[in-house]
Structures are given as C-alpha cells and as structure tokens.
C-alpha cells in the first residue's frame, strides 16, 4: 500500500512538472502579482508551488480512492464556455456554476426534441472534483489568503473608511484517470479577491476560508448522495450554485451587520 501510494505521488509529479500547459499557466499566475507586489516574483512562486503541492495531494487521493472520470466529446467545450461565463461575471467561471449550467442546456435541449450526446458530461464525478477543489481552495484562503494585501477606501455604508484589498491566485494542476486509465491533465485556477472593511485581513481571510472548506465539505456530501443513488443528479446540480451563492451571501452580511452597528470602526 504504501509503496503504491509513492509511486503515485512520483507519477503525478512526474506529469505536473513536465506538462508544458501547466508551465504556461504557472508563470501567467507569477505575472499576475506584478502590478499589485513589490516582491510579486516570489509571492508568484509560492503561490505555484502551494497550489501544485495540494493539487498533487488531491490528485494522490482520488486516485487511490479509485475515483476516475469518463473521458467525453463534451469535456472539450468546457474550455471555452468557462471563458465564456467569466466574460459575463468572473465568479462564473467557477466549476460550480459552469457544470450546472452545461447541464441545463442540455435538458433544455432534450425537452425541445434534440438529442446530443455529445454535450454529455460526467457529471457525478465532476460534483465530486467541485467539492475536492474547494476544499483546497478553503484551505489555501485560511492559510494565505491575507498576505498580498493593500489599503484601499471603501465604503462602509455611512462614510469612505480604509480597506485592505486581498488577492490571491493559486494554480491547481490535477492529474485525473479514465475509465480505461488514461490520463487527463486537469488545470483549475483558484482565485480569492476581497476587501476586508470590518474585520482584520487575516480574520476576514480566515472566514471566508472556512466558508469554502465547508461548502467543499457540503458538496462531497452531496456527491456522496448522488452516486448512492439517493439524490438525482439534476437536484444536486441545482444545489450547488445556490450553496456557492450563498458564500457570498454569508461573507457579506456579517461585515454589514457589524458596520451598522458600529460605523466608527476603522481598521
């Protein structure tokens, strides 16, 4: 067992570290800090390296859980529809709005007399990629998410008071098995942008981090569900943007409470 296990771990380094794609993206991520970090090349660089430590760490696990994912026609739109999304609304591009929305273009589809299955997906092992990656994104805010801050004014509802803004960038590579064992290099971008107005950076960071982790936790549950066959596929697809909308809710309202009581707070 455990010598499998270290072969594993060696095999999706191997893939992760001399995939040119992930490369690609892991400098694009570097670049990104460069405008707002005086040290943006080694934020960057840490950034990567987390972000792949953890997404080796996930890869290692679903693959010794036997956890694999039907490779289809319809995987290769999910490219450009998530660009598509982000265009609209960055938060969009998320997985767990992307995915849902797939499949609801094709009942719609369905409903009207068409049959495509080429824009079929897997989408019980996609519910469980969903959890799995905001469970690392939970973490990587809790434990990060406040170290690339700056000041900014914001307002609070009553007057201009001072902010701190926090962005952060993780890249994610993943390497995913099919059913017949071939290997599907997956690359998630994990994204944390908010301004702490009535908290410090690290408590607000730290929040919103353990929201995520147990909207991570909520979502393997309810994949859980599905492949038992208690709960269909189409109801837990419907649940799952309204659970990742009511993050935002959630971190929201606690700020506004907290304002309204006490509009003489400043960080």
């Known amino acids: 067992m455990f010598k499998e296990l270290i072969t594993t771990i060696f095999n999706n380094v191997y893939y992760v570290v001399f995939d040119s794609v992930f490369l690609i993206i892991a400098i694009l991520v570097v670049f990104m800090y460069r405008k707002e970090n005086p040290k943006w090349e080694l934020t960057g660089i840490k950034d ?159 929040k919103m981090g353990a929201i995520i982790l147990i909207y991570g936790i909520f979502i393997l549950i309810l994949a859980t569900l599905v492949n038992v066959g208690i709960l269909t596929i189409g109801l837990a697809l419907i649940i799952m943007p309204i659970g990742h909308e009511l993050m935002f809710l959630i971190n929201y309202m606690p700020a506004t409470q907290m304002s309204r009581r006490n509009p003489s707070w400043r960080n």
């Open 48 to 206: 990567v390296l987390r972000g792949t430590t953890l997404g080796i760490i996930l890869s290692t696990i679903m693959s010794m859980c036997g956890i694999s994912i039907q490779l289809t026609f319809g995987m290769m739109f999910l490219i450009p529809l998530t660009v598509l999304l982000t265009s609209f609304n960055p938060k969009w591009g998320c997985y767990a709005y992307v995915i849902p929305f797939t499949y609801a273009v094709t009942a719609i589809v369905e409903i009207c007399g068409y049959n495509l299955p080429w824009l079929y997906l897997p989408y019980k092992e996609f519910i469980f990629l969903v959890g799995f990656l905001h469970l690392i994104e939970g973490i990587l805010v809790m434990l990060y998410g406040s170290e690339n801050t700056f000041e900014v004014p914001v307002y609070d509802g009553r007057t201009i008071i001072t902010g701190h803004s926090m962005k952060k960038f993780w890249p994610v590579p993943l390497v995913i098995f099919t059913n017949g064992m071939t290997i599907i290099p997956l690359y998630a971008i994990l994204g944390y942008i908010d301004i702490a107005k009535n908290y410090s950076p690290q408590v607000k960071s730290a």
